[in-house]
Nanobody, 119 residues
């Protein structure tokens, strides 16, 4: 059974940083492109960033490009999202998932990690 466990969220002030982790199990993590998504109340879940299976290729939404970094440790089956210079508009629940080339996701969503950016 696939399991996605996001962690590392919290309450921070604008300009501060957080690092999210996504521990996975139940599938061959190293074979899949992975991605981070986020959702705010009243809005659909949106794609934030993705990374290729080897970790060499990364892509970011315009809203986070230059501030967020996505990485992975295939030996630990874990995905990361380093978020720097956080803004109030980054406040959301953050989720990870495996991502197909067409943008669809493969697995049932985990519980997510809540990030609140507020002064």
């Amino acid at each position: 059974q696939v399991h996605l466990a996001e962690s590392g969220g919290g309450l921070v002030r604008p300009g501060e940083s957080l690092r999210l982790s996504c521990e996975t199990s139940g599938f061959l993590f190293r074979q899949y492109n992975m991605a981070w998504y986020r959702r705010t109340p009243g809005k659909q879940r949106e794609w934030v960033a993705d990374i290729g299976s080897s970790g060499m290729d990364t892509n970011f939404a315009d809203s986070v490009n230059g501030r967020f970094t996505i990485s992975r440790d295939n030996a630990k089956n874990t995905l990361y999202l380093q978020m720097n210079n956080l803004k109030p508009e980054d406040t959301a629940w953050y989720y990870c998932n495996a991502r197909n080339d067409d943008g669809s996701v493969l697995w049932t969503w985990g519980r997510g990690a809540q990030v609140i950016v507020s002064s």
